[in-house]
């Protein structure tokens, strides 16, 4: 190893660590062999039936540390103003200072781990390089999944390439001295406290999305909270979308869909390049070409099986961690929504015994896996893996999807007059919680275009980026909202969703290829039913009118949350999005 700055920084974070001793991962298939080996007997992991599940492990976090804790997460640059009014925000002298004192000693009697890793396939345009250190064994084990780690990352990196210092501990998993800490202009991620996957993975919401984001502006391309999928149409033309929703809003689930029943006949086939991150840049020909940095899938395992997902039910079948899911006496894994009856008994993902219809002291029923219980599987194992995931110029994108989880006011689909105005539907998008982030479930936030927790800098300059990046694009893609979370005045969704989703995304395509035409309405072009292929299907018009309703009152109430929220940015929010605005409380006067 040549670099110097790469060693002293690594000799330095072990001075303040203590660790019992360094080792650094190189990515091979026995150092693999060997880590996993050291995992189960330090009990980090559980080895799982090795014929029913080959190369599958468990592993359970500590119980108040199972989803991505926002309010400890920090954007911290010299001018709070930088981080803007969306952020949590600490000076970078007092974040250092604070989380040293809880870094100090923190790796004694430990192994310190060395992940040197590449987001984006190693030398690419896109790619960018990170080094993980850590005491976690299972975040190893989840790097070498998730990213492409190893030696031929540091060659590449040679004697002085840059890379994002990514530095993280266990310590003692209290939440009360957990900080997730970004520095953007230091290139530096410390996190410490946490063993669970989104404030620890750091190259995935922390590197290749609120440190990647902050990159992406200087350098004008866009880091996104973003599912990347194809559609190839019988005759061999393939289009590419990018879909951004919120965490726990369906990305994995559209990212490999099977065409439904009904429309099999058209033969679609569906290529996954990736289903939580895109990075995209215009490239020569004037368009926005897309890569997915990750190569796993960090996947919500409740409500996943073989109706739901069938892809992911076959890419998690090998070679796949389960992180708080229950434990099956035959040595196999179960959550709420699994293939196959109820098991009779089993190991919930607190490690105590479970039975079906258990409650607690308050009569609540006790869950068997996690409401936000996860698996990390590489994404070649999915049936439907693009055959494009390893090229260096990613794939071409035609429409940018927005969408959120709303029981009410969003219809299925509909589509801006144009990237301005695509622009404010992404600004202005908003969804109910879920069990992805610590939080209140079901309350509706804002979470312009699903970025709210993952903008690494002042959200009010990312709209104005993406005003900036339309206008610098021969062939902008068209942009899109959908909405799969409608429901009935009982509460019920209206939409079947999953697969049936293809039927949308079928019209965005068409729409895309200026082969259909659309109604136009006040928040934009809504589809004509009869564009719509519903064959198959049993869903009649009245369904379909309240699934397109646009309700007067509703939006009339949604325009007053909006200006709320864009009123937070004062002088920094671009005219152009009050132009929108405007515009829009213009349609709805008329
Ligand atoms: P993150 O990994 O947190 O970023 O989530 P994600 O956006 O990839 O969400 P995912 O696809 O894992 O879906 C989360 C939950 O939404 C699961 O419980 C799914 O069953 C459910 N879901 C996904 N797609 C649909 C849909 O089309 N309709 C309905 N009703 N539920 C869906
Ligand atoms: C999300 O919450 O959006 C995820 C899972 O994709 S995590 O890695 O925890 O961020
Ligand atoms: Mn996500």
Known sequence: MQHKKLKDWVNKMAQMCEPEKIVWIDGSDIQKKQLEQEAMSGGEVIQLNQEKLPGCFLHRTAKDDVARTEHLTFICTRKKHDAGPTNNWMSPRLAYKKAATIFKGAMKGRTMYVIPFSMGPVGSTFAKVGVEITDSIYVVLNMLIMTRVGEAVLRHLGKDGEFTKCLHSKAELDINKRLILHFPEDNTIWSVGSGYGGNVLLGKKCLSLRIASFIARKERWLAEHMLIMGIEDPNGRIGYIAAAFPSACGKTNLAMLVPPEGLKVKNYRIWTVGDDIAWMRIDSDGSLWAINPETGFFG?????????????????????????????????????????????????????????GMADANGVPVKAAHANSRFTAPVVN?????????????????????????????????????????????????????????????????????????????????????????????????????????????????????????????????????????????????????????????????????????????????????????????????????????????????
């Open 300 to 356: 919500v395992a409740p409500g996943t099986n073989s109706k739901t997902n069938p892809n992911m039910v076959a890419t998690i079948k090998k070679n796949t961690i389960y992180t708080n899911v229950l434990l099956k006496p035959d040595g196999t894994v179960w959550w709420e929504g699994a293939d196959g009856d109820v098991p009779a008994e089993g190991i919930d993902w607190q490690g105590r015994p479970w039975k079906p």
């Open 382 to 590: 999915c049936p439907s893996a693009s055959y494009r995931l390893e090229q260096h110029h990613g794939v071409p994108i035609s429409a940018i999807i927005f969408g959120g989880r709303r029981q009410h006011l969003a219809p299925l689909v509909y589509e801006s007059f144009n990237w301005q105005h695509g622009v404010f539907v992404g600004a202005t998008m908003a969804s109910e919680l879920t069990a992805a982030q610590v939080g209140k479930l079901g309350q509706v936030r804002r979470d312009p275009m699903a970025m709210l927790p993952f903008c690494g800098y002042n959200m009010a300059d990312y709209f104005r980026h993406w005003l900036t990046m339309g206008k610098s694009m021969v062939n902008p893609p068209k942009i899109f909202h959908v909405n799969w979370f409608r429901c009935d005045e009982n509460g019920k969704f209206l939409w079947p969703g999953f697969g049936e989703n293809l039927r949308v995304l079928e019209w965005i395509l068409q729409r895309c290829a200026g082969r259909v035409r659309a109604k136009e309405t006040p928040i934009g072009y809504v589809p004509f039913y009869s564009d719509l292929d519903m064959t198959g299907l049993n869903l009649g018009e009245a369904a379909l009118d309240e699934l397109f309703a646009i309700e007067k009152k509703g939006w009339l109430e949604e325009l007053k949350g909006i200006k709320a929220f864009f009123n937070q940015f004062k002088k920094d929010l671009p005219e152009e999005l009050w132009q929108e605005y405007e515009a829009l409380c213009a349609r709805f006067k008329t």
